[in-house]
């Protein structure tokens, strides 16, 4: 086979504009991939198919949950297209952060961060956000103990 074949059998979508932003509409093939479509950013699409796709599909997870795949040509290892798209290591979990495992833009899609990696726009860690929701709640817990004893003088604003 030669390479001027290959084009032939490239990624395609729709073009389409969502929020101002140029996506491609891919139609899914699978189980709960048929009638639907993949929304791809461009670059998400050159990913795709630099890693060797050529059409997707849905996988699921028995847990009612589909996830968007393809087969890496040559090998035919089932790859996970979101996880391609960010160059995902392994072990590390990809976040939909709208909820929809079909929407590929690299906005919605983002890794998990572990404990100990940076996780919020200001550069807390993931055990300094929780450090400080503790000691939220342990105060939060003596002013309630301090109004339960102090009812007369309750100016609680909630």
């Given at each position: ?109 983002r890794i998990q961060p572990q404990a100990g990696e940076k996780f919020s726009p200001t550069g807390e860690t993931r055990d300094q956000i929780n450090a400080a929701w503790q000691a939220h709640r ?21």
């Amino acid at each position: 086979m030669t390479d001027t074949n290959t084009k032939d059998h490239a990624l395609t979508g729709d073009p389409t504009t969502i929020a101002g932003e140029d996506a491609y509409l891919i139609p899914l093939s699978g189980q709960a991939g048929t009638g639907n479509n993949a929304i791809v950013d461009p670059e998400g699409l050159q990913r795709l198919r630099e890693a060797g796709a050529r059409f997707l599909y849905t996988i699921g997870n028995g847990a009612n949950q589909h996830y968007v795949a393809f087969l890496k040509i040559p090998t035919k290892k089932v790859q996970i297209a979101a996880r391609v798209i960010l160059d995902a290591p392994q072990g590390r979990r990809v976040i939909y952060r709208n909820g929809n495992s079909f929407d590929l833009r690299s906005a919605n899609l983002r890794i998990q961060p572990q404990a100990g990696e940076k996780f919020s726009p200001t550069g807390e860690t993931r055990d300094q956000i929780n450090a400080a929701w503790q000691a939220h709640r342990a105060w939060r817990a003596r002013e309630e103990r301090f109004w339960k004893r102090n009812p007369q003088t309750d100016r609680r604003p909630w």
